[in-house]
């Protein structure tokens, strides 16, 4: 993680991101969605989850969105502030699976202060998990 906070003028339109691999595990998708009050049986009752047609629990969208969100934000650091995040999902995540986040700034707002960064997750089985763009605002040079 970034323990320095990037600025506006430190950023690059077309930057690309560190990649971020993430295992996923049945306490990853369970915890998530247990901490976003998801009791969705699909995400923590491996039966329910295959009389769906899915081999294991999957992952719900609320985690994907925090992925999403710490991705970016572990690259910025901690002064930056998360205003927007947009995510659709794809393929699901379930456990055994790596799913690899990749991003790139794909828009600067001079005015705001503000980054867009276009970031794909695809996990090593079924392709893309999820895709989506994430909005942060950064700090301006002092």
């Known amino acids: 993680?970034?323990?320095?906070?990037?600025?506006?003028?430190?950023?690059?339109?077309?930057?690309?991101?560190?990649?971020?691999?993430?295992?996923?595990?049945?306490?990853?998708?369970?915890?998530?969605?247990?901490?976003?009050?998801?009791?969705?049986?699909?995400?923590?009752?491996?039966?329910?989850?295959?009389?769906?047609g899915l081999p294991d629990i999957f992952m719900n969208i609320l985690t994907s969105n925090g992925l999403m969100g710490r991705y970016v934000t572990d690259w910025t650091g901690p002064e930056a502030a998360l205003k927007s995040i947009e995510v659709k999902l794809g393929a699901p995540n379930v456990p055994g699976m790596v799913m690899t986040i990749t991003g790139e700034v794909t828009a600067k707002d001079d005015a705001a202060g503000t980054v867009i960064v276009s970031v794909s997750g695809d996990n090593n089985v079924w392709g893309t998990h999820m895709a989506g763009k994430v909005c942060v605002a950064l700090p301006k040079e002092s």
Do not use: C, W, Y
Not at 23 to 30: E, K, N, P, R, S
């Open 1 to 52: 993680m970034n323990r320095t906070t990037r600025t506006f003028g430190s950023v690059t339109l077309g930057e690309k991101l560190p990649p971020l691999k993430i295992d996923v595990t049945a306490g990853l998708i369970v915890g998530g969605a247990l901490a976003s009050r998801d009791f969705t049986p699909v995400h923590h009752d491996k039966a329910a989850a295959q009389a769906t």
